[in-house]
């Protein structure tokens, strides 16, 4: 099998809410171009749009002015995501496990969802943080890899 050359699109925005949903759009036009089948582009702006709102929220404290940048990239045989500021680095990355009773709402986590969340639907996480700029990686198989 000949391996295509990896498309990436770049993207950046300022550090506002609102303009999430921008990139969130195009996550969904990156993944028309992919075999991911179209129940799946939804998982991939969810989680695109929960590492943005992370950055947003945690990292920069909801103060806008500063860069959030995205890169979307097709490999041959996944599409990978990484999320990247130059904020407040998160101190203890691992897994996140949510123990909560579904029937008390006052248990329910108002934080970690989000990390939750992409751990869940991608297949690799990953997290780094060096020389100021933090950087959340995460990518989706378009084949599950054999065992």
Do not use: W
């Not at 041959?76 to 709402?105: T, Y």
């Amino acid at each position: 099998m000949i391996n295509k050359p990896s498309k990436t699109l770049y993207l950046s925005i300022e550090s506002r809410l609102c303009d999430v949903a921008l990139v969130g759009h195009a996550v969904r036009g990156v993944c028309a171009c992919s075999p991911l089948k179209e129940e799946a582009y939804g998982e991939m702006e969810v989680c695109v749009v929960e590492a943005l709102n992370n950055a947003i929220t945690h990292a920069y404290r909801r103060q806008e002015g500063y860069r959030v940048d995205t890169a979307i990239t097709l490999h041959h045989d996944r599409i990978s995501f990484e999320v990247s500021d130059e904020g407040k680095a998160i101190e203890e990355f691992a897994p996140r496990s949510l123990e909560f009773d579904p029937e008390v709402i006052g248990s329910i986590p108002e934080n970690g969802m989000g990390l939750f969340i992409i751990e869940t639907l991608m297949d690799e996480v990953s997290y780094s943080s060096k020389n100021g700029r933090n950087t959340l990686y995460f990518c989706r198989y378009f084949t599950q890899p054999q065992a």
